[in-house]
């Protein structure tokens, strides 16, 4: 799983507190959704707008661009809500 925007051990307290949460799959890559750690800054909807669509549900629609494309999208997310697995098979992407 990656960790962006926070030191690891205050990541790992804010991750232990958030209870919901949502997965979404292209097949190669698992984005994962914490609304409570959501500080809605809109990086992800500005930045990827073919898969982070605000209003819309499902909102997040990985199957709308390309894995590498998401990774890094979500590596961008300020807060830390959005987070990301390699599916099982997939190479990690750097």
């Known amino acids: 799983m990656h960790y962006s925007g926070f030191d690891r051990r205050k990541k790992v307290l804010i991750l232990v507190m958030a209870k919901t949460t949502f997965k979404y799959s292209n097949g190669e890559v698992t984005i994962i959704w914490q609304p409570e750690l959501c500080i809605h800054s809109g990086n992800c909807v500005r930045g990827l707008?073919?898969?982070f669509k605000?209003?819309?549900k499902p909102w997040i629609t990985p199957e709308g661009s390309g894995t590498e494309k998401i990774v890094v999208q979500v590596r961008k997310c300020p807060s830390g809500a959005l987070s990301y697995?390699?599916?099982?098979n997939e190479p990690e992407i750097k």
Do not use: H, I, K, R
């Open 49 to 51: 707008p073919e898969v």
């Open 54 to 56: 605000s209003g819309e």
């Open 85 to 88: 697995v390699m599916d099982e």
